[in-house]
Structures are given as C-alpha cells and as structure tokens.
C-alpha cells in the first residue's frame, strides 16, 4: 500500500478557506491529519482517495409535533464513512452545532478508531441539529422515533449500529431499539448500543470511555516513568466521559484539580472531591453552582496549571488561539478532534504529548462492540470479564501506537494514523477494492 508516487493532498484546497475557518471545520481538520499520515507513510493515492469520501450519506427530515400543538422540522444525518472491516459504527449527537461536514470527520475519525483497536468495524456517525436541553422529554422522545424511522432503511445489526454520543443517552438508545424493532417485527437489540441493561445493553458501557482515557494514561504514566498519582488532572466537559474519567482517576487515587462543563469551570489545586459533585450534578444538572472550589470561567480553564488536560467536551476547543498557554505536559483526548492541526503543530514544538482521541477514547466503542456480541449471542458476560478484555484491548492498541511511535520518530497522533491506515488498506486491498 505505501510507494513513492507523490501525492496531492487535500491541504492545498483548503488553502483557499481562511485559516480560522478550517480550524473550525472538523471535516477540514480531519483530512489534514489524514493528509499528514498519507505524507508520511507515502501512500498510494487510491487509498488515500477513498478516505477522503463517505460511503453514503443520509440526510433526512425530522418532523415534530411539539407540545404547544405546532409541528417543528428538524434535520437530521446518518453517515457511513467505511465499511471495508465491518458494519459501520457510531454514535448519535443532538445539538445546535451539528452540521454534514462535523458529523462527515466524526464517522471519519470512528473508521480510525475501530481500526486503530482493532474492532471488526468501520466507521458511521449520525446527528440532528436540535437543541435538546430547550425540549421536553416528550419532544425529544418523539424526535428520536421518526429520525430512527427516517435512517432505519440504512442502519440494522449487520449494516451500521448507532450508539450514544453528545446530548444522547440510554433513554434515547432504549427508543431507538424500540422503534427500529417495530420496524421489523422482532426485538433487535442489537441495532444500538448504549441501551439501559434491562434492554440488552451492556454492564461496564457506561464508564467504558473514561475507563480506556484512564488505562491509555496509566499506560502512558508506565512508559513515560512518571507518578499517576502525583500528576494534577484537569478535565474539561462533565459528560459521559469526562464524568466517568473523574470519577476513576479519583478512585484510582489520582488528583483531579478541575472539572468543568458549558456553565463554567471549578478548581482546587489540592484536588476536588468528586464523589460530592456527582451528588451535586444529579441534583442541578450542572457542577456550576457548586460552592466548595473556586469557579474559574470556561475560556480560562484549559490553561489552568495542571500535568494532565483531559478534554472530554466537544471539537476544536484547544486551538492555534490558545495552544501556546497550554500548561500541561499531556493532553489525553476524551473527546472527539478536540485538538486543531495548528494547535498540534504548537503543542508539538513545545514537547507536549498528545493521546490522540481515536485511541485514548476508543474504550466506548471497545464496549460497545461487546455489548452488540452479547446481543447478537444472548448471553451476557459480567462485569469484571468486560473490564479485563477492554483493559487488554486497549493497552495492546496503546503498545502498538506507542511502540511505532518510537521507532518512526513521530509522534502519537501520526504513529495512530499509519496503524489504523495500514489495517484499513490492507482489508480494502484483500476485498479488491484497489487495482
Ligand atoms: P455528553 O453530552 O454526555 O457531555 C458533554 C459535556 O461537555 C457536558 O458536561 C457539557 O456541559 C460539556 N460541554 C459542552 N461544551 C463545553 C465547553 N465549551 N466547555 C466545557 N464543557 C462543555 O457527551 P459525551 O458523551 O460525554 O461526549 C463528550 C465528547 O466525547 C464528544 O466529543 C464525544 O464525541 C466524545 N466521545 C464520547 C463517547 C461516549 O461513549 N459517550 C465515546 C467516545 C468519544
């Protein structure tokens, strides 16, 4: 798969665009990581080609009967980037900001990712641009049936399996499934993941990407010949997965010095008890009146003092804008391209390490995967045995880029890339996809 042939790279097109703008254009940012990997590992342009275009794209009309007796259209997406390892996978996001070219990069990055780890998957992606937290349930509810109805004709357990992603959660898995069965006739539970587990859902999914952000650290922490527990954690988002990554580094007796979410920031340099504000979020649905830390403002909060910055919100937050004020000496991506490629380039020069996010928040899909095995089996593993196997699951996906890392000089981002690049070109080359 790798010749000499030069090849043109999608870098010069965006040229064009202003460089702001490319910052904030995910799928920009995800063709120059692609572009970079392509570069170096002198790949041939068929292969580079292919991806660079989606498999298929769904766009569809979302239409709502809201409370108040009106009817809302919303739009919505299904992408399915690759599926030359698998059925696509991917999650689902509900929010004001999704856009084709932002969920086009995150099925993008999700083909990376399953490859990266190694899961018989390609990659898909799906959203519709709402803004749930101005909806009611039942809105939402209602919503979530016909868009599941509108994409039913691409997704099914053998064809693309959606999950949970920004603003979605296991109530909204359980009405997917729902809808989908009756669709076909017959209880399929294995079209989602992410379901409660009365539903078929899986023990241990709920935490699975912050429990792989934690072992990719605590593998990183081996290498690297540093104290975990000596190592301030700051953590931006209080989500599925930034909630979850708090929650195990602090049980794993780390020191998580900051948490935040979109109401703002809180800091303690001699590190927040977060068993105390998960009580408190459950009661307020957000930390932001929390009155024991100091409150720090959202802007200023990823440059906060700190050894280890855990985005785990949303894209683009650490950008050419403020890649430069960075404190920490690692970043471990819980989000999806939280990092920009000027912000790389920055982060890069200034000796930080980056965890790059189709490995370090690969252990959601890892779980979800198995969710979908014991679906597909009707038998059910414990807890304990779903933990062991994404333990080993990612610290060989960590091995594997740190190690290739080291021996081609790049760094972790790029050395993640050429493993999940390799794997893809060689499936689509064994199917005969390439000349
Ligand atoms: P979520 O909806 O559960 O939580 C998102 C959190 O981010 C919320 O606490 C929200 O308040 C916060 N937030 C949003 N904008 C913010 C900002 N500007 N500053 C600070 N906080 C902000 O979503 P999630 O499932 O935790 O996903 C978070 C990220 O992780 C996304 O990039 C998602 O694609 C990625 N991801 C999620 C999973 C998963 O299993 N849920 C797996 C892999 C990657």
Known sequence: METKTPIKTQAASASAESAAASEANP????????DRAAQKMKLESFVLERLRHCKRILTVSVPV???????????GFRIQHNMDRGPAKGGIRYHPQVSLDEVKALSFWMTMKCAV?????????????????KMSKGEIERMTRRYTAEISIIIGPEKDIPAPDVNTNEQIMAWMMDTYSMTV????????TGKPIEVGGSLGRREATGRGVFYVTRELAAREGFDLRKAPVIIQGFGNVGSNAAKIFSDHGCKVVGISDVGGGLYDSKGLDIADILLYREKHDTIAGYSKAEHVDV????????????????ENQIT?????????????????????????????????TVLPDILANAGGVTVSYFEWVQDMQSYFWSEKEINA???EIIIGAFAEVYDLAKKEKV??????FMVGIRRLGKAASLRGVYP
């Open 185 to 192: 006739g017959y209880s399929c539970p294995g079209v989602v």
């Open 27 to 34: 799928w920009h940012q995800a063709m120059l990581q692609l």
């Open 299 to 314: 802007d200023a909060f990823l440059e906060l003092p700190c050894e280890i910055l855990i985005p785990a919100a949303m």
């Open 117 to 133: 780890v190694n899961l018989p998957y390609g990659g898909a992606k799906g959203g519709i641009i709402c803004d749930p937290k």
């Open 65 to 75: 009967k809201m409370d108040d007796g009106s009817v809302r259209v919303f739009e």
């Open 389 to 391: 196997r994404l333990q």
């Open 411 to 416: 760094d972790m981002r790029l050395a993640a």
């Open 320 to 352: 050419r804008a403020n890649a430069a004020k960075i404190k920490a000496k690692y970043i471990v991506e819980g989000a999806n391209g939280p990092t920009s490629g000027e912000a790389d380039k920055i982060l890069n020069e200034r000796g930080i």
